[in-house]
Nanobody, 126 residues
């Protein structure tokens, strides 16, 4: 499975961006996809998660109500719609996926993810 992230850029505070994560290869093996972000000097953190077939979503508290994760199975693509962006959302964003179920706690660990896309930089200016 290969993942390709895109859609990052520079936006003013309060603005919006939509990130895309296109999957190719053996996509039938994907159980779920997460969007992570990593700011300079900080650890990579999970911000949103979606199951591939059922579309069940979950969010980090810091983005809940502002970010929406969704998927288009026909296009093998997962999206992250980011609204009301804040300077503290500035980071490199990565999409990642894994096969098979994971526990609720395991999905927050980068070690649980087998497939990673390259990062896309999101910069929010104040």
């Amino acid at each position: 499975v290969q993942l390709q992230a895109s859609g990052g850029g520079l936006v003013q505070a309060g603005g919006s961006l939509r990130l895309s994560c296109a999957a190719s290869g053996r996509t039938s093996s994907i159980y779920a996809v997460g969007w992570f972000r990593q700011a300079p000097g900080k650890e990579r953190e999970l911000v949103a998660h979606i199951t591939w077939s059922g579309g069940i979503t979950s969010y980090a508290a810091s983005v809940k109500g502002r970010f929406t994760i969704s998927r288009d199975n026909a296009k093998n693509t997962v999206y992250l719609q980011m609204n009301s962006l804040k300077p503290e959302d500035t980071a490199v964003y990565y999409c990642a996926g894994y096969p098979g179920r994971r526990s609720l706690s395991d999905r927050y660990s980068t070690r649980s993810y087998d497939y990673w896309g390259q990062g896309t930089l999101v910069t929010v200016s104040s």
